[in-house]
T-cell receptor
Framework: QQQVKQSPQSLIVQKGGISIINCAYE??????FPWYQQFPGKGPALLIA?????SEKKEGRFTISFNKSAKQFSLHIMDSQPGDSATYFC?????????????FGQGTTLQVKP | EPEVTQTPSHQVTQMGQEVILRCVPI?????FYWYRQILGQKVEFLVS????????KSEIFDDQFSVERPDGSNFTLKIRSTKLEDSAMYFC???????????????FGPGTRLTVT
């Protein structure tokens, strides 16, 4: 119930292409869904986040699509660049728990080829 | 830009020894967290801390672990008797007050790599 399942485990995309990473959850109490980007040797950094009252959120080249009925959400990276090469984690949290605990997916290693 | 800092960046210790990992959260933040990431695996929640007490802890956070905010700036994670399986990257994070209907961001530090031999 507390798990967040993420796919694919790794992804190779050509420069300029679209990268798509998918996540699924089971706990309907989750109400905050962030995506974190992690470069080697660094801590995760928030990329973009969504609440379940909207189906899509866009920030620059990054878009989250959210399907509440399917309990799925995805990250789309448009015009992927070599600098986007990193590990991406989806996560989920329950605001009502009032602790802020993040449950992370397994991570996706993205490689953008020049 | 304010950031979370952690020391040391790498700690090597022998099995059975005590270690203390240190973190300085962002100064006006109220919620503090420890997560760990075993090499090549996902980030796992350990504990959250608010108002000078633990607000939630995971199954991983057993009696060997403890957290403390000894002063107004530091937040520490202590492992009393380290095991080989404690080898991981430990991340500290902090966040501001939750605001109803809003998103909140957890800011992560760069991590401490703990190696237990």
């Amino acid at each position: 119930q507390q798990q967040v399942k993420q796919s694919p485990q790794s992804l190779i995309v050509q420069k300029g292409g679209i990268s798509i990473i998918n996540c699924a959850y089971e706990n309907t109490a989750f109400d905050y869904f962030p995506w974190y980007q992690q470069f080697p040797g660094k801590g995760p950094a928030l990329l973009i986040a969504i609440r379940p009252d909207v189906s899509e959120k866009k920030e620059g080249r990054f878009t989250i699509s959210f399907n509440k009925s399917a309990k799925q959400f995805s990250l789309h990276i448009m015009d992927s660049q070599p600098g986007d090469s990193a590990t991406y984690f989806c996560a989920a949290s329950s605001y009502s728990s009032n602790t802020g605990k993040l449950i992370f997916g397994q991570g996706t290693t993205l490689q953008v080829k020049p | 830009e304010p950031e979370v800092t952690q020391t040391p960046s790498h700690q090597v210790t022998q099995m059975g020894q005590e270690v203390i990992l240190r973190c300085v959260p962002i100064s006006n933040h109220l919620y503090f967290y420890w997560y760990r990431q075993i090499l090549g695996q996902k980030v796992e929640f350990l504990v959250s801390f608010y108002n000078n007490e633990i607000s939630e802890k995971s199954e991983i956070f057993d009696d060997q672990f403890s957290v403390e905010r000894p002063d107004g700036s530091n937040f520490t994670l202590k492992i009393r008797s380290t095991k080989l399986e404690d080898s991981a990257m430990y991340f500290c994070a902090s966040s501001d007050e939750f605001v109803a209907g809003d998103s909140y961001e957890q800011y992560f530090g760069p991590g401490t790599r703990l190696t237990v031999t």
